[in-house]
């Protein structure tokens, strides 16, 4: 019996089955709970703190600090990175895009 993902990269398995946004959000959403974590601890900015600064309530600051809540927004992440005092960035890596299939339309 061959494998048919021998030789293939883990990006194309994904994309195979069919889970590869799914899998990537949740990725990205996993380090961007991390880093603001580690951002507001190493500020001593609480929960509530952060709230405030962000001039939202508790359960938005608890959606974004949860890691497996992917729906996140721009402008969401955008008050937290003001609040904290750190630059977001978000960028597309156009170098990847030759290795990636193309897309039907």
């Given at each position: 019996?061959?494998?048919?993902?021998?030789?293939?990269?883990f990006d194309e398995f994904l994309q195979?089955?069919?889970?590869f946004e799914e899998v990537t959000a949740?990725?990205?959403?996993?380090?961007?709970?991390?880093?603001?974590n580690m951002v507001m601890q190493s500020k001593c900015i609480t929960k509530t703190e952060m709230a405030a600064l962000m001039h939202t309530?508790?359960?938005v600051v608890n959606?974004?600090?949860d890691k497996?809540?992917?729906?996140?927004?721009?402008?969401?992440?955008?008050?937290?990175?003001v609040a904290v005092g750190v630059?977001?960035?978000?960028?597309?890596n156009i170098t990847h895009m030759a290795a990636l299939?193309?897309?039907s339309k």
């Open positions: 019996m061959v494998n048919p993902h021998i030789g293939s990269d195979e089955e069919g889970i949740a990725a990205l959403k996993r380090v961007i709970s991390l880093q603001l309530d508790r359960a959606r974004l600090l497996d809540d992917t729906s996140v927004t721009l402008a969401t992440l955008a008050r937290a990175s630059p977001l960035r978000i960028e597309f299939p193309p897309q």
